[in-house]
């Protein structure tokens, strides 16, 4: 079984963390903070983490703090891990790092979440998926643990863009 690590456990990182755990796959989790999410193995470091985890998934507060953990990334081994990127950040800085991904052997995708915490307990969230075919692919294996609807959006960065969208759609829905 593959093993994902959740890199960020607040509100967001800590439900998806959770739903992971529920259905049965093996998740351990890191935070700047050091927060613990009952079922997640801790790990004690980033590195720790990468080190024991096939699959990585951001979700971070703000493009600070995934651009400073992309790069954190890049300095450990990535060889045949998939990132995945799940906040809601610049679509940039996922992009801006992609050949630096690619040639340290890591397979990168963002996803980001429609709906909160709650729906992401309950597998009723949406994510879109903005990345390479086969990786999109695999992302949407791995991602089916949090919701049955995942649409692959088109290229890395796409995923953001389509979310973006999507929540401005449904603000002019509610408000009009």
């Not at 649409?151 to 401005?168: R, W």
Request: hydrophobic residues 50%.
């Amino acid at each position: 079984m593959e093993r994902t690590g959740v890199i960020g456990l607040g509100r967001m990182g800590s439900a998806i963390a959770e739903r992971f755990a529920a259905q049965g796959h093996a998740v351990s989790g890191w935070t700047r903070s050091g927060r613990q999410v009952a079922g997640v193995t801790p790990a004690a470091t980033l590195a720790d983490l990468v080190a024991g985890s096939d699959i990585l998934v951001l979700s971070l507060l703000d493009d600070r703090a995934v651009g400073e953990t992309l790069d954190a990334l890049l300095a450990r081994d990535l060889s045949g891990r998939l990132i995945i990127d799940t906040s809601t950040a610049s679509p940039q800085l996922l992009c801006s790092r992609a050949e630096a991904f690619a040639a340290a052997g890591a397979r990168a995708v963002d996803a980001p979440i429609s709906g909160g915490p709650e729906l992401v307990r309950t597998g009723a969230c949406g994510i879109f998926i903005g990345g390479a075919p086969a990786a999109a692919e695999a992302a949407a294996k791995v991602l089916g643990a949090l919701s049955g609807r995942i649409f692959a959006v088109g290229p890395l960065g796409a995923g953001l863009v389509m979310k973006v969208i999507n929540n401005g759609m449904l603000q002019a829905y509610f408000s009009g």
